[in-house]
């Protein structure tokens, strides 16, 4: 599986970007998806993730009310809304996918075989 990743950009504080996760072609229904961030020096951190099927959410604490995941399955494709953008999420944006990932590895990116190739977010105050 190939994701590709788009939608990064350059936002003032406050404002809100999509991030899209296309998948070169049709995710099993075990997959999930996953959304992380990295910034230079730091190790790369969960965001978000969805589960193929069914469509059950997963956020990390700082994102919660502010970022949306969802999928387009028809599209093979994720989604990552963010409003209410903060500084702080200034980070390169990475889609992930696995199909065999448990539950409770979901926010570890070590467990996650497809990567897409990120897409640079840029938070101004």
């Known amino acids: 599986v190939q994701l590709q990743a788009s939608g990064g950009g350059l936002v003032q504080a406050g404002g809100s970007l999509r991030l899209s996760c296309a998948a070169s072609?049709?995710?099993?229904?075990?997959?999930?998806m996953g959304w992380f961030r990295q910034v230079p020096g730091k190790e790369r951190e969960f965001v978000a993730a969805?589960?193929?099927?069914?469509?059950?959410?997963y956020y990390t604490d700082s994102v919660k009310g502010r970022f949306t995941i969802s999928r387009d399955i028809a599209k093979n494709t994720v989604y990552l809304q963010m409003n209410n953008l903060k500084p702080e999420d200034t980070a390169v944006y990475y889609c992930?996918?696995?199909?065999?990932?448990?539950?409770?590895?979901?926010?570890?990116?070590?467990?996650?075989?497809?990567w897409g190739q990120g897409t640079l977010v840029t938070v101004s105050s």
């Open positions: 969805i589960k193929w099927n069914g469509g059950h959410t």
């Open positions: 072609e049709r995710t099993s229904s075990r997959f999930v």
């Open positions: 992930a996918a696995d199909g065999t990932i448990i539950q409770s590895s979901i926010t570890l990116p070590n467990q996650y075989d497809y």
